[in-house]
């Protein structure tokens, strides 16, 4: 439901959980005195320097500085925003999330607690269906299924973790068993377990004579399902359509079983079908997971980023798999910030993970993995398919090609290593490379452009067009004005680490509404001593605000993560000269109107504000 998460209640949810027992879920620990002590999971080492204080309900690690509360931990550790690390501790405890609506209107409210009991509705239905589909699974009709699965290697444990069930081939079996507990057809066709037939208007059972795969999300709540024939009928895979609780563009089979196993996700690894999940899986590789029926999408990749640094993509062999994958490059280029990585792994003509994995086991898969392509190198790679490089005119076309996608690439060290490896591939200059590069940027989105690196900035004109940080890129084409204050609260959220740099009080950045929320930010960050930003999220969720900053995190900055602290240090120390300009009349409406809205005006700025009551007063001459 809409509206921000009580502070009271995530203070009980703290107090009743004991950290202690929370992290020794995911990393072993030892007692060493009053503490526990263990490897860090956040860092790779030898010796043990992760330290856990029950007395504190606090972990700190040594080694790389990582620490904070329970919270903090499931964020780190499983990659959560706030929001759902507070839903997994209170579901953890048994707890319904307590949040406070004052900020929404009674339409507003309503409009939520209806959405939010159609999602209730969506998944007790859903699970009713799952649990009914497992219990076929073992009932005599569904021998066929069972041998199927066992022909697949599948064990009754893997089964039973995949909540794989089966689906009878009768028309109207789960229609009966789901009206019996009082559910209408009307419902359960909303929720895409029957079709209505088109000319008779009846309707009858979607899944028939099919294995059924639940598709969960990160809590385990069924979503929908994929089915997978065992006779003669068409389609060989058929998944649920597009419900209220269920976007494929969105979701990925195996996301929830990838997310609860005992090791810490380094990287996932993305492939086409249940199938070959569920196989890899059964031979101990257990962060595969699969897109549902869609080509890979940007909902897809960042979902996959905040769990791991690294996705492989996995695809045929064949020129099938090769577009695939020239489509799911172009849509991982503009996610790929620094840090991330992708690479892509092609099998073996008539081959796929199920087969492949049956076949040559466990350790000659992983190899295949560790062996993948880099970004990179797949993208020199098709971009230079049938071309003759010892041609001029193929060299050209190889240039223009890899410029095309570099387009597409957010700026920073990624963007320029891969330019300088075209330059060094092709003979063309840096310099001129970057040049034809250049009309990308008139392209760009030109809501965020200004946050990219900018020339020499000498006056306050020059600042107003361009970024401030200076002396680097000559970007060319400015283009139109972007709030400083604006500027710099996008930093900052991409950077909370920054907060100790910038001036403790009030009044030392723009009174715009960019401004005061800017202030706001700092003031939680340092409050809290936060190193995440998803805290802040959480605090604004459900208002206008907390829209308003989730919209500046999904766009990364253009400026490099190196370069940040210099630009920030440029936009304050920007700040403080404007402040010095200010005119008597502008100095005393900015003190006047932060005095009338609430705020504790300093002694000093109180004796100011007299101040220049007494100069305005006295008027000219």
């Known amino acids: 439901m809409a509206g921000q998460i009580s502070q009271r209640f995530i203070d009980d949810l703290l107090a009743r959980t004991d950290i202690a027992e ?12 009053r503490n526990l002590s263990g490897l860090c999971p956040f860092h790779d080492e030898k010796s043990p320097s992760f330290t856990v204080s029950r007395e ?7 080694g790389c500085g990582a620490h904070g509360n329970a919270l903090r931990f499931l964020m780190e550790y499983d990659r959560l925003r706030f929001p759902e690390a507070v839903e997994q501790l209170a579901a953890r405890l048994g707890v319904e999330v307590e949040r406070e609506d004052d900020q929404l209107s009674p339409h507003q409210r309503e409009q939520a607690q209806v959405r939010e009991r159609k999602r209730e509705e969506g ?32 064990d009754a444990s893997i089964i039973d973790a995949f909540a794989i069930g089966f689906a009878p081939e009768s028309w109207d079996a789960l229609k009966h068993h789901l009206a019996e507990h009082g559910v209408s057809e009307a419902v359960q066709a909303e929720y895409g377990l029957l079709v209505q037939h088109e000319k008779t208007g009846r309707t009858y059972d979607r899944f028939r004579d099919r294995v059924i795969f639940p598709i969960r999300d990160w809590k385990g709540r069924t979503l929908g399902f994929g089915g997978r024939v065992l006779g003669d009928a068409k389609p060989k895979y058929l998944n649920s359509p597009e419900t209220p609780v269920f976007h494929k563009g969105r979701e990925l089979y195996g996301l929830f079983e990838a997310r609860r196993g005992g090791a810490r996700l380094e990287r996932l690894v993305v492939v086409e079908g249940y199938m070959d999940v569920v196989a890899l899986a059964q031979h101990g590789i257990s962060n595969a997971v699969a897109t549902l029926g869609t080509a890979v999408t940007e909902g897809h990749l960042k979902r996959l980023y905040r769990l791991v640094d690294e996705v492989v993509f996995c695809f045929d062999g064949d020129d099938a798999g090769r577009r695939a994958a020239r489509r799911a490059l ?26 492949l994995v049956r076949s040559e086991g466990r350790e000659a898969f992983e190899a295949r993995i560790e062996c993948a392509s880099p970004l990179s190198e797949f993208l020199f790679d098709q971009a230079r398919e049938g071309l003759d490089l010892k041609r001029v005119e193929g060299r050209e076309r190889f240039v223009s090609r890899v410029l095309e996608r570099l387009r597409l690439l957010p700026e920073g060290l990624l963007r320029s290593l891969l330019m300088r490896e075209l330059a060094n591939r092709s003979g063309v200059e840096m310099e001129q490379l970057e040049r034809f590069a250049a009309p990308a940027a008139k392209r760009a989105d030109p809501a965020m452009t200004q946050f990219e690196p900018a020339g020499q900035a000498g006056d306050e004109a020059q600042w107003e067009r361009a970024p401030v940080s200076s002396a680097r890129a000559t970007a060319a084409g400015r283009r139109g004005s972007v709030p400083l204050s604006l500027r710099a609260l996008h930093l900052l959220l991409h950077a909370p680490t920054l907060v100790g740099m910038l001036p403790e009080g009030e009044g030392w950045c723009p009174d715009d509404e960019h401004g005061v929320l800017l202030q706001e930010v700092a003031r939680l960050l340092r409050a809290g001593g936060y190193r995440s930003s998803q805290v802040i999220l959480a605090h604004f969720y459900g208002s206008e605000r907390g829209r308003q900053l989730e919209a500046l995190m999904r766009r990364e900055p253009m400026i490099p993560a190196q370069a940040r602290e210099a630009e920030l240090k440029a936009l304050v120390e920007l700040f403080e000269r404007r402040r010095e300009r200010l005119s008597p009349e502008e100095e005393y409406r900015e003190l006047l109107a932060r005095s009338q809205r609430g705020e504790t005006l300093a002694v000093e700025e109180k004796k100011r504000l007299w101040e220049l009551i007494g100069v305005l007063n006295a008027g000219p001459g």
Request: charged content about 30%.
């Open 56 to 62: 504190k309900q606090f972990y700190h690690c040594f």
């Open 330 to 355: 172009e849509v991982a280029l503009p996610v790929m910030i620094d840090g991330r990585q992708a690479r892509f792994l092609f099998l073996p003509e008539r081959e796929d993970p199920d087969s």
């Open 22 to 33: 929370l992290v020794a879920e995911r990393v072993t620990l030892k007692k060493a005195g």
């Open 123 to 154: 998944a007790n239905l859903l699970e009713l269906a799952s649990d009914w589909f497992r219990h076929r699974l073992g009932a005599p009709e569904a021998e066929h299924a069972r041998r199927y699965l066992d022909g697949r290697g599948l």
